[in-house]
C-alpha cells in the first residue's frame, strides 16, 4: 500500500516536472503581453476622451488667485461635462420650446421707444449707458453689480440725496420696459443654478415693483479669444452655459430672452478684439451696435 | 465833516473790496478747455472717450453750463476727465459739489470690485477756478495737477 502511494506521487512529481516548462513560459508571454498594453489603457482617462477621435485639447492651466477659485475651475468643469451629456438633440422639443421667448428680428422701432424705458445692470450696462447714445432712456447701473447686489447694495444716489439699492431706485418712477444685464461679476459662481435662482427671484420683485413693465433679458455679451486664453472663469464657455440658463428662465418667467450677443460677436462667437480694449467691455462703436440690435428687436 | 468823510471812505472801501470779490470768480483768464483735456487724457492711457452732451447732463446734472467736456473710460479703469465752464460762480460751485459726490460714490462701488481704481479715485482732483471746473481721475495725479496749475496759473 505503501509502495503504491510512493510510486504515485513520484508519477505526480515527473507529470508537474515535465509541465512546468510550459507553464513558466505561459505565464511569461501573459505578462509581456500586459506591459506591453498598459500604455495603451490610460487608467484615468475620461469616457469622453476615449471616445473621441479628434485630438483632446487641455486648457491652459492656470494659478488661480485664490483657491475658491480652484474649487470653481473644477465645478465648471464638471457642470460642462453633464451639460454637454445632458444636451438634448438639435431640433427636439424642447429646444423649440426654450426658444419661444427668445424675441425675433422686428421693424425698427424710433428711439422714443425708450423713453420710459429703464436699464439696469452692471459695468458693461454702464458702458452701454455712457457711450450708446441714448440718452431719454433712464439707467440703474453700477459696477459689480450682481442680482444679489441690485436689491442689497445701495449704489443709486436718489434727488433727494439719499443712497438706494437700484430695486429702490427703481420703485421712484414708473416704466413700461426693463432692460436686464447681469451675470458677467456671477460667471465665478460655484453653482450656477443659484445664479438663475436669485435672478427669477429679482424678475419676481421687478415685477412686483413695475407690474406694467414688458422686462427683456439680455443675454451676457461674449468676451475675446484672448480673454478666453486667460483661462481664467471669465471665459465663452461659461458665458454660453450661463445664457442657456437665463434663456430657460425667460420661459420660466415669461419674460423675454434678448440674444444681443448675436450682434457684437463674430463668426465664432466671440467678441471681436477691436470693438473691446480689455476684452470684455465695448468700445462705443460696439455700445451702438448694441442699440441697433435693441431697436430692431422689441417684443411683440 | 469829519463823520461825513470816515462813512464815504468806508462806503467807498467796501464797495471797492465787493467788486474785487465779484471779479475774483471770473478773474481767471480763458482757458482752452479742449487743448486742456488733451493734456489731460494723455494721462489716462487709450481707453478714453468723448460723452455727448445728453450722457453728461445724466452724470452731472441739468446746471447750466457755457461748456462741457467729458471723457470716460469704457469699463477698463475709472479713468476720467471732466472740464466745465459754469455760467457764474453759483453754477461752477454746483457743479463742483456734484462732481465730489459722484467721485465718493464711485470710490465706494468700485472698493469691491476694483480696488486699484477705488484708490485712483480717491486721488482724484476736483477743482473750482472760478466759473471753471476741473475733474481728473488719472494714474497721474501729480502731473495732472502740474497741468493744471500752470492752465489756471495757481
Not at chain 1, 426658444?99 to 428680428?105: A, F, K, Q, T, Y
Not at chain 1, 420710459?116 to 459696477?143: P, Q, W
Not at chain 1, 418712477?173 to 456671477?186: D, I, P
Not at chain 1, 450682434?263 to 451696435?289: Q, R
Request: net charge negative.
Amino acid at each position: 500500500m505503501n509502495g503504491n502511494l510512493v510510486q504515485k506521487n513520484r508519477r505526480s512529481r515527473r507529470r508537474r516536472r515535465r509541465r512546468s516548462p510550459w507553464k513558466w513560459a505561459l505565464a511569461a508571454v501573459i505578462i509581456l503581453v500586459v506591459v506591453l498594453m498598459t500604455p495603451f489603457v490610460p487608467a484615468n482617462e475620461p469616457t469622453v476622451h476615449k471616445k473621441s477621435t479628434q485630438p483632446v485639447s487641455r486648457p491652459v492651466e492656470v494659478l488661480p488667485e485664490n483657491p475658491q477659485d480652484s474649487i470653481e475651475q473644477d465645478a465648471d468643469k464638471d457642470q460642462e461635462e453633464t451639460a454637454q451629456e445632458e444636451e438634448p438633440p438639435s431640433g427636439s422639443g424642447e429646444e423649440t420650446k426654450v426658444s419661444s421667448r427668445l424675441v425675433g428680428e422686428s421693424e425698427a422701432v424710433d428711439l422714443s421707444y425708450f423713453d420710459d424705458a429703464v436699464f439696469i445692470g452692471d459695468s458693461r450696462m454702464e458702458g452701454f449707458k455712457l457711450y450708446a447714445g441714448l440718452g431719454n432712456a433712464s439707467y440703474l447701473t453700477s459696477v459689480g453689480a450682481t442680482v444679489d447686489t441690485v436689491a442689497a447694495k445701495a449704489t443709486e444716489r436718489l434727488s433727494s440725496g439719499a443712497k438706494v439699492s437700484i430695486m429702490d431706485a427703481l420703485a421712484q418712477k414708473s416704466f413700461t420696459k426693463v432692460y436686464l444685464m447681469l451675470g458677467m461679476n456671477e460667471l465665478g459662481w460655484v453653482y450656477p443654478d443659484l445664479f438663475a435662482e436669485h435672478y427669477g427671484a429679482l424678475i419676481d420683485q421687478i415685477r412686483q415693483i413695475q407690474p406694467n413693465a414688458v422686462i427683456y433679458i439680455e443675454s451676457i455679451l461674449p468676451v475675446t479669444q484672448a480673454k478666453d486664453d486667460e483661462g481664467y472663469y471669465v471665459n465663452n464657455d461659461r458665458i454660453n452655459q450661463y445664457n442657456e440658463l437665463l434663456m430657460e428662465l425667460a420661459e420660466e418667467k415669461e419674460v423675454w430672452y434678448l440674444d444681443v450677443s448675436e450682434a457684437v460677436e463674430d463668426e465664432s462667437g466671440k467678441l471681436p478684439a477691436d470693438i473691446s480694449f480689455d476684452g470684455v467691455h465695448l468700445k462705443p462703436e460696439g455700445c451702438k451696435t448694441w442699440l441697433t440690435y435693441l431697436t430692431t428687436h422689441t417684443a411683440p | 465833516m469829519k463823520r461825513t468823510l470816515t462813512a464815504v471812505f468806508l462806503t467807498a472801501l467796501l464797495t471797492l473790496s465787493l467788486c474785487a470779490c465779484g471779479q475774483s470768480g471770473t478773474e481767471t483768464a480763458d482757458v482752452d478747455l479742449a487743448s486742456l483735456g488733451q493734456e489731460l487724457t494723455a494721462l489716462c492711457g487709450e481707453d478714453l472717450y468723448e460723452l455727448d452732451s445728453e450722457t453728461i447732463t445724466m452724470l452731472y446734472g441739468d446746471t447750466a453750463t457755457a461748456q462741457a467736456l467729458v471723457w470716460s473710460s469704457s469699463g477698463t479703469t475709472a479713468d476720467e476727465v471732466a472740464l466745465f465752464q459754469a455760467e457764474d460762480a453759483d453754477g461752477a460751485a454746483a457743479l463742483l459739489s456734484t462732481a465730489q459726490q459722484r467721485i465718493a460714490d464711485r470710490t465706494e462701488s468700485y472698493a469691491d470690485y476694483m480696488p486699484d481704481e477705488s484708490a485712483k479715485l480717491e486721488k482724484a482732483i476736483a477743482e473750482q477756478h472760478g466759473t471753471y471746473v476741473v475733474v481728473c481721475v488719472c494714474s497721474q495725479p501729480e502731473e495732472a495737477q502740474s497741468i493744471l496749475d500752470e492752465a489756471f496759473g495757481s
